[in-house]
């Protein structure tokens, strides 16, 4: 795994390689490929099958409030667990490339399922704020990965999609509609219909009781820190961003050591 990107260097360098050579590398970039499928696919089908399965928590018709009403499911916890953890194996055991790629369709193809589930969900009155907590627990997972799939654009396209339709689900079945609306008024912000990841600003409303995770420091702190904690620093696009950051790229850079080593 840690050799998969030279491997498909070596590989477009056709002058370096002929005959046998030129073989035994196919192969090896092959089998490579067919590794990394197999990782996704076990990580997929570890959230899909068992991480997110929950009988009993997941019971929508009682009548009785879950942990009254304190904390979201069970499955949605270990989700994230799960997830976070996945993602520090993947920053020291792949190269760089491979490590957001394996942890963005794991990402994807997990959310998807939850996005379908929740939006067929029609909880009870009593099992409300667990609907309201799951969601919001899956959405704040998500916005405390975007960061790390900084590179990946068709990750955070699907993502950004995903999230809107879990936030529109949440909007019709878990938010009250006149605090919604006195929100909204606060909040103030016009919205750019051809930028999906304003998703996050709702997160800051206080209808739905969660606060976007950078506190509303914005975009340009949120970019700096997928920079430096990207498994391959690009110091390139740091420098850049960090020039036009007013001092928050130094303060991104001296936080970051003390964060990077902790899953």
């Known amino acids: 795994m840690s050799s998969w990107t030279l491997l498909h260097e070596m590989l477009n360098s056709t002058s370096l390689l002929e005959g046998p050579r030129m073989q035994l590398m196919q192969d090896l970039c092959l089998s490579c490929d067919m590794l990394r499928d197999q990782v996704t696919s076990y990580h997929t089908h570890l959230c899909i099958t068992s991480l997110l399965q929950d009988p009993a928590g997941h019971n929508w018709n009682n009548v009785r409030p879950f942990f009254e009403g304190q904390r979201c499911s069970f499955a949605v916890q270990m989700w994230a667990f799960h997830l976070k953890a996945l993602r520090y194996d993947l920053w020291e055991l792949c190269p760089p490339q491979l490590a957001v790629k394996i942890l963005g ?42 960061p790390f799939l900084y590179d990946d654009a068709d990750s955070l396209t699907s993502l950004h999609t995903h999230c809107w339709s879990l936030l529109s689900s949440l909007a019709v079945l878990g938010c009250n509609l006149d605090l919604l609306g006195s929100s909204m008024v606060q909040h103030s912000t016009p ?7 304003q998703w996050r600003t709702f997160l800051d409303l206080s209808a739905f009781e969660l606060q976007w995770p950078w506190g509303g420091v914005g975009e340009r702190v949120e970019q700096l820190w997928g920079l430096v904690s990207a498994p391959q620093p690009r110091w390139d696009r740091l420098l850049a961003v960090s020039g036009c950051a007013c001092g928050l790229g130094a303060c991104v850079c001296l936080c970051a050591p003390l964060t990077m080593s902790a899953p």
């Not at 409300?128 to 405390?144: E, M």
């Not at 919205?191 to 990841?197: A, R």
């Open 191 to 197: 919205l750019v219909l051809e930028d999906f990841s």
């Open 105 to 146: 369709e794991v990402l994807n193809t997990s959310l998807l399922h939850i996005e379908k589930l929740y939006s067929l969900i029609r909880p009870s009155s009593a099992r409300l704020p667990q609907f309201r907590g799951d969601i919001l627990g899956t959405l704040a997972t998500v916005a405390s990965l975007l």
